[in-house]
T-cell receptor, first 114, second 112 residues
């Protein structure tokens, strides 16, 4: 059964720091991995999608990498800003679990203080 | 671009009542999904539809039903609500399994 873990559960950093959020999954047989952002009381906003054949994706200050063989993905946020404060979720589409289902991690709650 | 619209945004419902959560997307995506989000349990798939006219069960389908009469709409019905169905419900869509999934803003449902 595919399981997704995100470490750390919470992170507090001063503005301007570069930071890394980690996501690991137990079954490397995935279609893709997607990173989301969720603000309190809001829906999920898609940040980046990495296909299983890709190694990384970039969007602005965000860079996501994927090492499928080791079951790991990282989300790198450069020059963090207070507006980056949110919960970040990773999710995988697992071949064994069926492509219909995104399997989510519990998220990393990020606070960037001025 | 509206994306995915869910209604209502929040609702307090008496146990035993029937309730339909509405979801409409304007992206012409083939696949649509319903998730519930609960503290400590994360996001779990309730039902999905790969294309209009077809539906399937997710991880936690009991007590819920869905229909997919057309591409744009994917309503979720609670036939007889129970307090354990208190949750935040998210509708999502994607063009297919290898494409990006997009989520609505959610419906906060409280069953009392």
């Amino acid at each position: 059964k595919q399981e997704v873990t995100q470490i750390p559960a919470a992170l507090s950093v001063p503005e301007g720091e570069n930071l890394v959020l980690n996501c690991s999954f137990t079954d490397s047989a995935i279609y893709n991995l997607q990173w989301f952002r969720q603000d309190p009381g809001k829906g999920l906003t898609s940040l980046l999608l990495i296909q299983s054949s890709q190694r990384e994706q970039t969007s602005g200050r965000l860079n996501a990498s994927l090492d499928k063989s080791s079951g790991r993905s990282t989300l790198y946020i450069a020059a963090s800003q207070p507006g980056d404060s949110a919960t970040y979720l990773c999710a995988v589409r697992s071949i064994s679990g069926g492509y219909n289902k995104l399997i989510f991690g519990a998220g990393t709650r990020l606070a960037v203080h001025p | 671009i509206a994306g995915i619209t869910q209604a209502p945004t929040s609702q307090i419902l008496a146990a035993g009542r029937r309730m339909t959560l509405r979801c409409t997307q304007d992206m012409r995506h083939n696949a649509m999904y319903w998730y519930r989000q609960d503290l400590g349990l994360g996001l779990r798939l309730i039902h999905y539809s790969n294309t209009a006219g077809t539906t399937g069960k997710g991880e936690v389908p009991d007590g819920y039903s869905v229909s997919r009469a057309n591409t744009d709409d994917f309503p979720l019905t609670l036939a007889s609500a129970v307090p354990s169905q208190t949750s935040v419900y998210f509708c999502a869509s994607s063009d297919g399994p290898l494409t990006e999934a997009f989520f609505g803003q959610g419906t906060r449902l409280t069953v009392v």
